[in-house]
Each structure stands twice: as structure tokens, then as C-alpha cells.
T-cell receptor, first 110, second 112 residues
Framework: GQSLEQPSEVTAVEGAIVQINCTYQTSGFYGLSWYQQHDGGAPTFLSYNGLDGLEETGRFSSFLSRSDSYGYLLLQELQMKDSASYFC???????????FGPGTRLSVLP | DADVTQTPRNRITKTGKRIMLECSQTKGHDRMYWYRQDPGLGLRLIYYSFDVKDINKGEISDGYSVSRQAQAKFSLSLESAIPNQTALYFCASQEGEGETQYFGPGTRLLVL
């Protein structure tokens, strides 16, 4: 089976840095994705790690360690608009599908 | 115009009714997906299709059926709706084994 764990909630202040962790157990692993979802909105793609290491896209970075079955999303210079839910998703079954984690709700305070 | 559209955006129905949720995409993607979202549970896969002639069950397919009428269209049906199917439903498309899924705006379904 597959399971992913994320913290349910994280709170930080504007300008700060926050890290959202994701641990997974899957049968077959292809890569780890991160999606952002604002209240009432659709999930939107943020990043993908197919290999170990750090991927950087502007203020957001994502890290993967296959040996630890662990990844994280790092958000820097937090802005109020970053308040949203963040989901990690594992690409498993030899790349056929994505399995999503339960999501982490990030609240950015002024 | 949105690349992935879903209709209706909101639907209220009664237990036992048959309903259909529709999804269209203009991105030319071959793969399409239906997910269900419940609070605290993330997105769970209902059905997916890799091309017009390919339909596959996901994690929670019981009580649902799908039809891939064309490459651009993928509809989800609830044959006999029940209250625990009350949820937010998302359609998504993906190009081959690409890294990104593109989601529609969602359909909020309430079964009374």
C-alpha cells in the first residue's frame, strides 16, 4: 500500500522561512511532487523531484531523499498570499499515478 | 479560457439519484483523472484514463463509473448517489508521463 504523512498545520509570519515535511511509504517510487491549493481553488503544481537533491524555483525549493523516503518543501520570504494548503504527491506504480498526502495548511501571519 | 473545465461547479442532489459530472480539457493531453477531496484526506483517485480506449479504477472507484467520450472529455457518474459521496470532485489532465497534473476548478457535490 501507499501512505504519506505531512504535518496538518503550520503557522509562520511574513518574511519568514517555513519547511513542510513529507514522509512516504509506497510500492515503487518514481518521484515526489508538491501542489498548492488556496481555499476554494484547484491544486496547482509547484515542483517535482525525480532525483535526490534540491530543486529551486524562485522563493520555493523542494528536496528529496530517496534513501530516507523523505522530502520537504521550503518556502522563503513568506508572503500573505502563500497562505494555502500544500500537498505532497508520490508518483508510484512505475510512474502510472500520483498518490497525494493529506495536506498541510499554512497560515502566514502579518 | 481555462484549460481544464468542469460542469457543474455546484450540485445538490438527493439520495438514489443518478448524476454526471463532466470534464473537458483543451491542452491535448492523453491522460485524464478524477479525484475526490474530503477535509483532512487530501485527494483520492477515483478513476483514470490514459487514452480513449483505456479506463482504470483508482483507490476509491466503488459507487462511481466513468466514460472517456473523446480525448478531451472525461465524465464521472454516480449511478445512485449516497450522502457519503458528498465531497469536492476534481478532474485533472496530464501529458503522457509528464511531471505535472493540471486540475479543473472542481465540482462541489452535496447529496441529501
Amino acid at each position: 500500500g501507499q501512505s504519506l504523512e505531512q504535518p496538518s498545520e503550520v503557522t509562520a509570519v511574513e518574511g519568514a522561512i517555513v519547511q513542510i515535511n513529507c514522509t512516504y511509504q509506497t510500492s515503487g517510487f518514481y518521484g515526489l511532487s508538491w501542489y498548492q491549493q488556496h481555499d476554494g481553488g484547484a491544486p496547482t503544481f509547484l515542483s517535482y523531484n525525480g532525483l535526490d537533491g534540491l530543486e529551486e524555483t524562485g522563493r520555493f525549493s523542494s528536496f528529496l531523499s530517496r534513501s530516507d523516503s523523505y522530502g520537504y518543501l521550503l518556502l522563503q520570504e513568506l508572503q500573505m498570499k502563500d497562505s494555502a494548503s500544500y500537498f505532497c504527491a508520490v508518483r508510484d506504480n512505475y510512474g502510472q499515478n500520483f498518490v497525494f498526502g493529506p495536506g498541510t495548511r499554512l497560515s502566514v501571519l502579518p | 479560457d481555462a484549460d481544464v473545465t468542469q460542469t457543474p461547479r455546484n450540485r445538490i442532489t438527493k439520495t438514489g439519484k443518478r448524476i454526471m459530472l463532466e470534464c473537458s480539457q483543451t491542452k491535448g493531453h492523453d491522460r485524464m483523472y478524477w479525484y475526490r477531496q474530503d477535509p483532512g484526506l487530501g485527494l483520492r483517485l477515483i478513476y483514470y484514463s490514459f487514452d480513449v480506449k483505456d479506463i482504470n479504477k483508482g483507490e476509491i472507484s466503488d459507487g462511481y463509473s466513468v466514460s472517456r467520450q473523446a480525448q478531451a472529455k472525461f465524465s464521472l457518474s454516480l449511478e445512485s448517489a449516497i450522502p457519503n459521496q458528498t465531497a469536492l470532485y476534481f478532474c485533472a489532465s496530464q501529458e503522457g508521463e509528464g511531471e505535472t497534473q493540471y486540475f479543473g476548478p472542481g465540482t462541489r457535490l452535496l447529496v441529501l
